[in-house]
């Protein structure tokens, strides 16, 4: 018996001695590395697309390139190198999740359901889910889509919505917004439903951008957050910084101008109220 209460303390004791080794934060991942990963999108335009010259951009890219990678090397002291992985909205959480990925940047909605996963930098970016159709289509709007076959990203809030507020809509889920417009367009949908900038960057990139139309009022408004591990608070304020230095600066506003301004890739012209908003994001709350 004391034999055996011996070897217990000894293991009580060896076990206090034996701290489990604390998590890697992802700075420290960037710092031994040398390299921020972000997923981002293929088929995304304006935000995070490959171009007709097989080059990844974007606005998305740009603001990580240009805002956040800088603030993140000064952070850790030395010149990092930027990668990215494409992500997909099944795949950007488990990218995230399982350390392949350190950011998000591209077209994720920050909602209260996803926080439970990840957290959220500051916004950069608010829009409102519409509807992509032929032109001449009856569909003017959410009201009109009853019984309609209408396609949608897999995982995205756009999906979970539709079901919610039209669930007699026949809803057709695809793995990205390639393969949906093309369903639209070879006829096996009714519509595309998406965020209407990101069907505006759809429409524009179609060789003939005439015979579509972007319909409906916002039901639903998405606000563009990028994504990172959740709990890690160092990381989530140097991307923070990024951005609200680049607001402050006016930066921001220059990659905006080349994406959506009146000679950008996208013409969506920022107004006033916009620009309002995106300065009170600097503001220290």
């Known amino acids: 018996m004391r034999k055996m209460l011996v070897l217990v303390l000894a293991l009580v004791v060896l076990a206090a001695g034996v701290a489990p080794a604390a998590a890697e934060t992802t700075l420290e991942k960037i710092n031994r590395t040398g390299t921020l ?21 974007g606005f998305s890219i740009d603001l990580v390139e240009q805002l956040v990678l800088p603030a993140v090397s000064k952070k850790v002291g030395k010149p990092v190198k930027l990668e990215k992985k494409e992500s997909t909205p099944p795949t950007r959480i488990p990218l995230l999740s399982s350390s392949a990925v350190d ?17 959220f930098s500051i916004t950069f970016f608010v829009t409102g889910a519409q509807f992509l159709v032929k032109k001449g289509s009856p569909i003017k709007g959410i009201n009109d889509i009853g019984g309609k076959r209408i396609a949608a990203q897999q995982g995205s809030t756009n999906a979970r919505i539709l079901r919610e507020k039209t669930p007699s809509a026949q809803l057709r889920e695809f793995p990205d917004q390639p393969a949906a417009f093309q369903a639209l367009a070879q006829g096996q949908v009714d519509a595309y439903t998406n965020d209407g900038i990101q069907l505006a960057g759809i429409k524009a990139k179609t060789p003939s951008p005439g015979d579509w ?10 606000p563009y957050g990028m994504a ?13 910084v990024g951005l609200m230095e680049g607001i402050e600066s006016g930066k921001f506003f220059e990659i905006y101008e080349k994406w959506f301004g009146t000679k950008g890739e996208l013409p969506y012209p920022i107004g006033a109220q916009v620009r309002s908003f995106m300065l009170l994001q600097a503001v220290p709350k």
């Open 228 to 240: 990172m591990r959740k709990n890690d608070s160092d990381f989530r304020h140097i991307v923070n």
């Open 103 to 119: 950011l998000i940047a591209g077209t994720m909605t920050d909602t209260r359901t996803r926080r439970e996963s990840v957290d």
């Open 37 to 57: 990963t972000i997923g981002t999108r293929t088929g995304s335009p304006p935000f995070a697309y490959v171009n007709s010259k097989n080059e990844w951009v």
């Open 213 to 222: 139309e972007i319909v409906g009022d916002f039901y639903s408004y998405e």
